[in-house]
T-cell receptor
Framework: EAGVTQFPSHSVIEKGQTVTLRCDPI?????LYWYRRVMGKEIKFLLH????????ESGMPNNRFLAERTGGTYSTLKVQPAELEDSGVYFC????????????????FGSGTRLTVV | KNEVEQSPQNLTAQEGEFITINCSYS?????LHWLQQHPGGGIVSLFM???GKKKHGRLIATINIQEKHSSLHITASHPRDSAVYICAVDVRRLRRTGNQFYFGTGTSLTVIP
């Protein structure tokens, strides 16, 4: 079974440019999460999709960040325009839907996209 | 105060040493994950624990649910183990949507040859 795939693995862009990160969850995983780790700080939640719907986007830092998940499959996270403080590692995780009585299931994390804004 | 506390924040060890990284949490959890972030940024999930102990090669993870504490041990450490190790707790019992993880700040491990 393929894992959660993210690309690019590394992106270096200039301040003011636009970057789009992509996350392909495990097939059949309705839940998709985006997280960000800025250098030296703890990982922060950005948002949660259930299928194509945004369930919680309370962690999105500002309106320069736009996440989409058209068709409920892969998701993109666009940063426009990028600022220096956006540098960090962006990673996503996916999990299957959970039903009453179902045993706990695991999350699968992607390996992340390292974004460097210069 | 963070819901997840890790210690130490930084750790330098000589090759071959036994290493322990600790994680304490203050919330009810469904499971606890140990993640490894390499210098290039990539995240690898090492373990998911809900009780007891798991072992993969030289890595051992334990969890004590009553004490809300987990440890990650590395036996016979090697320079390639140098990375940031992150403890993450799954709080789906508390929240059905949104942020279902709390993360520690990570432990930066450097193993010297």
């Amino acid at each position: 079974e393929a894992g959660v795939t993210q690309f690019p693995s590394h992106s270096v862009i200039e301040k003011g440019q636009t970057v789009t990160l992509r996350c392909d969850p495990i097939s059949g995983h309705d839940n998709l999460y985006w997280y960000r780790r800025v250098m030296g700080k703890e990982i922060k939640f950005l948002l949660h999709f259930v299928k194509e719907s945004k369930q919680d986007e309370s962690g999105m830092p500002n309106n320069r960040f736009l996440a989409e998940r058209t068709g409920g499959t892969y998701s993109t996270l666009k940063v426009q325009p990028a600022e220096l403080e956006d540098s960090g590692v962006y990673f996503c995780a996916s999990s299957a839907p959970r039903y009453p009585g179902q045993a706990d299931y695991g999350y699968t994390f992607g390996s992340g996209t390292r974004l460097t804004v210069v | 105060k963070n819901e997840v506390e890790q210690s130490p924040q930084n750790l330098t060890a000589q090759e071959g040493e036994f290493i322990t990284i600790n994680c304490s949490y203050s919330v009810g959890i469904s499971a606890l994950h140990w993640l490894q972030q390499h210098p290039g940024g990539g995240i690898v999930s090492l373990f998911m624990l809900s009780s007891g102990k798991k072992k993969h090669g030289r890595l051992i993870a334990t969890i004590n649910i009553q004490e809300k504490h987990s440890s990650l041990h590395i036996t016979a450490s090697h320079p390639r183990d140098s990375a940031v190790y992150i403890c993450a707790v799954d709080v789906r019992r508390l929240r059905r949507t949104g942020n279902q993880f709390y993360f520690g700040t990570g432990t930066s491990l450097t193993v010297i040859p």
